[in-house]
């Protein structure tokens, strides 16, 4: 994957933005407490997933941030979110080898359902049931 660039990154905020203003939640901005400093992404976002629009429970996190606990927190908040604007399901897709990913997952209370075909690549497809 390419690093992204300004015109990425103004065309992400462009889409968080219009996601929030149409769904009335989206993406967040994931910073340290003490420092400030970004740490990475999470959230909900609308997705289509083998023809569905699902709504996906995603994250990424900077490699100096992995393996503290944030992702799974970050998950958390995003599925009590989901709960408090109504969604009845919420789902989260990874590749099929990153266990760390699939292990915030299962942490988080969301059940595997198979691999599933997204963004051209096979995934690992878990949901839970709100």
């Known amino acids: 994957m390419r690093k992204f660039d ?3 990154l103004d065309r992400m905020l462009a889409r968080d933005r219009s996601h929030w203003q ?5 993406p967040w ?5 003490e420092s400030g400093e970004f740490v990475g992404r999470a959230g909900l976002n609308w997705t289509v997933v083998e023809g569905e629009s699902e709504v996906e429970l995603p994250w990424a996190l900077r490699g100096a941030y992995q393996g503290r606990g944030l992702a799974t927190e970050a998950a958390l908040a995003a599925i009590e979110t989901a709960r408090e604007v ?3 399901r919420v789902v989260s897709l990874t590749l099929v080898e990153n266990r760390a990913s699939r292990r915030v997952m299962e942490k988080a209370g969301l059940s595997y ?3 599933v075909q997204h963004a051209g690549l096979t995934h690992a497809f878990y949901a839970i049931e709100l």
């Open 6 to 8: 300004a015109a990425d």
């Open 22 to 26: 149409r769904h009335g939640f989206g």
């Open 29 to 33: 901005f994931l910073t340290d407490l």
């Open 86 to 88: 109504g969604l009845e």
């Open 113 to 115: 359902l198979g691999e």
